[in-house]
């Protein structure tokens, strides 16, 4: 079974500050991560993925991410958050082609506010 | 470019009626997952087609129901409503055929269900 935690239900940084959201990942086998984001009232867009290539992976509008084994952690930031980064942000997980089970398992989600 | 494309985008039933939502993946893909987003909730996995055969199953009730077809959309129905069935539901596509970028999953906007 897999799952995703994301620490941080709610995350309140300043327009210009770095923006950090906690991943932590279990999976029995090599997992695949996801870090979608989601604006009122819209669909999911993938921010950035891990599939076993490059550990550190670079997303749209800025983001990257991390893949660290050793922490089982994926964590998403930005050095400057901007006004329009306002939204729910989802950790997730697949067990990707070598399990055929490519479903999605998400975290409950991280709310960020950007304050002027 | 094309996205996934979900009908209706909103749809209010009264319990123990039948909905139908509708699914059309982005060209060439050839798997299609359904997921429920329940209100302040993280998206729920529900089933996958690829191919038009059932890839994998969920959390998706037995009251619930779906198929893909030879055209690759798909259809959720969803029978004797009841007011919990209230959410927010997706569709996501994806090209299983493509090596690692078969781990990307495109959503649609959503389909929000009301159910009085």
């Known amino acids: 079974a897999q799952s995703v935690t994301q620490l941080g239900s709610h995350v309140s940084v300043s327009e210009g500050a770095l923006v950090l959201l906690r991943c932590n990942y279990s999976s029995s086998v090599p997992p695949y991560l996801f870090w979608y984001v989601q604006y009122p009232n819209q669909g999911l867009q993938l921010l950035l993925k891990y599939t076993s290539a490059a550990t550190l992976v670079k997303g749209i509008n800025g983001f990257e991410a991390e893949f660290k084994k050793s922490e089982t952690s994926f964590h998403l930031t930005k050095p400057s958050a901007h006004m329009s980064d306002a939204a729910e942000y989802f950790c997730?997980?697949?067990?990707?082609?070598?399990?055929?089970?490519?479903?999605?398992?998400f975290g409950s989600g991280t709310r960020l506010q950007v304050q002027p | 470019a094309a996205g996934v494309i979900q009908s209706p985008r909103h749809l209010i039933k009264e319990k123990r009626e039948t909905a139908t939502l509708k699914c059309y993946p982005i060209?060439?893909?050839?798997?299609v997952y359904w997921y429920q987003q329940g209100p302040g909730q993280d998206p729920q996995f529900l089933i996958s087609?690829?191919?038009?055969?059932?890839?994998d199953k969920g959390s998706i009730p037995d009251r619930f129901s779906a198929q893909q077809f030879s055209d690759y959309h798909s259809e959720l129905n969803m029978s004797s409503l009841e007011l919990g069935d209230s959410a927010l539901y997706f569709c996501a596509s994806s090209f299983t055929a493509g090596g690692p970028s078969a781990e990307t999953q495109y959503f649609g906007p959503g389909t929000r269900l009301l159910v009085l």
């Open positions: 060209p060439r893909h050839d798997t």
């Open positions: 997730a997980v697949s067990g990707g082609r070598d399990t055929g089970r490519r479903a999605l398992t």
């Open positions: 087609f690829y191919e038009k055969m059932q890839s």
